[in-house]
């Protein structure tokens, strides 16, 4: 069984504009120490997926509306707000989107640090959390570490942030992490070397990683498997291995040509046409044929079922059928 | 942070100095103070007489410099009016007035907290609404209405407390509610605002992926953050407190520094007038220099810059 399973996930937002169907029957499944990487462009639902799981969602307009979430099969979507606060940051991991502003201004790196593993594991001694934390520091290879505890976080880099931010994440030994684009907000030389621990941490403990990103490229060199969201629905998944050899889905070959090789130099990057769509006024059919070079009638008519063409990659495109 | 209060020590006297000498020029241009205590049938001699003695016929700089001389050593001068030395009538009218400053404010912060906090966690229910209906209320009655209606309901009909001056324990409640509503509903308006904006911040949300239970992240995550914007203006009506509100001094006859001003401004005492003035600008630099420490202890970046 899969330590994590999402069908038919619909989450939607109450909003003055109308209903925003953010997640918009999405599912996949994330194994046990895999890496599951979430593709898609800002707005598609990836956070809101990411916020569904955790439960997490803007109060009062957010609301999942039906759809499981499995996890090590109990369905959270049932679960209380006091149980879920047992498997927040214990059992499921979260590194947000900016360490700039995750962290709170007040309290030391210290506190900030020792808080879960106080509330999670119960340990109350300032020595013993603080020798545990200091471990973690090193583990996020935050040079000394003593030093940094007493640190608040506008003395820290955003690198060194994130790095706590991680070391956060992984303190109570979770089953599984959820990184949202952990590196947008951080140096491009910085960014290299935090992927580079993510993936160690991952190896090491064998925790599952739900990787959100815009960069497909990057999704291929870290994680196992694929989905690629688009207005809310997943539009193409699948192992990397299938879906690098040969991608399918034109949202997905799009992101992919979208991002320039190191090694030669073109005069203009290749974008996708069109706006992705407003997600309260959805075309009919599919939702990316606007915007698709090679849309048909059908693809005006009907929302694609998902085709699988291997037994590992689906795809939601009438080419396929 | 021991060169910060020196610094701000420096400061305060820096302002004060300055306020001082405009305030000793400002106070001669309202008139002659010897006409206002001259009977009305006195003769030009008489006024002269009268001036000559409280040491006004003196050139201005002299004047200028027997004023600062009187404040450096304390005294003050010495009241026109009850010829008492002004420093006895300010020790006893700010400690009444701080008195019932001190109550005001701890009465405020105790009801305005809990009312702030739970305002913005229960948004969109009734609870959050009668909040702000109450802050509303608070915000626009004036403070003589108030008043009025305290004594008329209260001290009057009920005969509960007293309906004015200073006597036990009791007679702190009606003054005390008077002032505070006001306070009370300020705060609750911006601790409100605040806890909401706050609420919503990246690290708030961070905290509860860390599965920090309700009751922590409201009271330390959110609240200790969300107190910052409220303390300049706390500081700012604490200040106004501490040099007396006029009107509630007037209306609960209060022996205050409000009333003390009040009438030492309508009889020219100006020795007493510059006594006042001089601790109201100590008192709102004062005030702001505790709000600072204060700030600088909630939050770090001010510390450590």
């Not at chain 1, 038919?8 to 194994?31: I, M, P, Q």
Request: charged share 20%; hydrophobic share 45%; aromatic share 8%.
């Amino acid at each position: 069984m899969a330590l994590l399973e999402i069908e038919d996930l619909h989450t939607y937002l109450y909003t003055r504009w109308g209903t925003v169907k953010a997640v918009d029957g999405t599912s996949f499944s994330l194994e046990r120490g895999k890496t599951l990487g979430l593709v898609g462009e800002s707005g598609c639902g990836k956070s809101m997926t990411l916020l569904s799981i955790l439960r997490l969602l803007p109060w009062p307009a957010g609301r999942i509306v039906s759809g499981r979430i499995l996890f090590d099969g109990e369905d959270l979507v049932q679960k209380s707000e006091g149980e879920l606060e047992k498997i927040r940051g214990k059992r499921i991991g979260m590194i947000p989107q900016d360490p700039y502003t995750s962290l709170n201004p007040v309290f030391n790196i210290e506190k900030q640090m020792t808080e879960p593993i106080q509330i999670h594991l119960g340990l109350k001694k300032r020595q013993v959390l603080k020798e545990r934390v200091t471990e973690i520091l090193r583990k996020v290879r935050i040079g000394d570490p003593e030093k940094r505890l007493e640190c608040y976080p506008h003395q820290l880099s955003g690198g060194m942030r994130q790095r706590v931010v991680g070391g956060i994440s992984i303190s109570c030994n979770p089953d599984l992490i959820i990184a949202d684009e952990p590196t947008t907000a951080l140096d491009v030389s910085v960014q290299a070397q935090y992927i580079n621990l993510i993936r160690d941490i991952q190896s090491t403990y064998n925790v599952a990683l739900l990787y959100v990103s815009h960069d497909l490229s990057l999704i291929f060199r870290i994680c196992d498997q694929v989905a690629v969201m688009y207005a809310g629905k997943i539009v193409e998944k699948g192992s990397v291995h299938e879906i690098f050899k040969e991608t399918l889905h034109p949202y997905s070959r799009a992101l992919v040509t979208s991002i320039p090789p190191v090694d030669c130099d073109i005069e203009r990057l290749p974008s996708i046409p069109g706006q992705p769509p407003k997600l309260f006024a959805l075309p009919q059919g599919c939702y990316f044929a606007p915007r698709c070079p090679h849309a048909m009638d059908k693809c005006r008519q009907a929302y694609p079922e998902e085709f699988f063409v291997s037994e590992g990659h689906s795809v939601s495109c009438w080419r396929y059928a | 942070m021991r060169s910060f209060i020196l610094r701000r020590l420096l400061q305060l006297f820096v302002t004060l100095f300055v306020f001082l000498t405009i305030m000793f020029f400002l106070v001669r241009m309202t008139g002659n103070p010897a006409e206002a205590f001259a009977p009305t049938d006195a003769t030009p001699e008489d006024i002269k007489r009268i001036a000559a003695g409280m040491g006004l016929d003196k050139p201005l700089y002299i004047q200028y410099f027997l004023y600062l001389k009187d404040i450096a050593t304390g005294s003050f001068g010495q009241s026109h009016k009850s010829l008492r030395p002004v420093s006895d009538l300010l020790l006893t009218h700010s400690i009444n007035t701080i008195k019932l400053a001190a109550v005001t404010v701890v009465l405020s912060i105790i009801i305005a907290i809990p009312l702030g906090v739970v305002a913005a966690v229960k948004r969109f229910t009734l609870i959050e609404s009668s909040i702000g209906v109450f802050a509303v209320f608070g915000m626009s009655v004036p403070g003589f209405w108030m008043g009025i209606i305290l004594i008329e309901l209260i001290a009057v009909r009920l005969g509960l407390v007293p309906a004015g001056g200073m006597s036990g324990p009791s007679s702190y409640i009606l003054p005390a509610i008077t002032m505070s509503t006001l306070l009370i509903a300020g705060l609750v308006r911006l601790l409100r605002s605040s806890m909401i904006d706050t609420l919503d911040s990246d690290f708030v949300r961070f905290a509860r992926m860390k599965g920090v239970r309700k009751r922590p992240l409201i009271w330390k995550h959110t609240l200790r953050n969300a107190l910052l914007p409220v303390l300049g203006f706390a500081g700012v009506q604490i200040a106004m407190f501490l040099t007396g509100s006029v009107v509630v001094e007037t209306v609960f006859a209060w022996p205050g520094l409000g009333r003390l001003m009040y009438s030492a401004l309508i009889e020219r005492d100006l020795p007493v007038v510059q006594g006042c003035v001089t601790l109201f600008v100590f008192f709102a630099i004062f005030i702001n220099l505790l709000v600072d420490i204060l700030s600088s202890y909630l939050d770090p970046r001010i510390r450590l810059g």
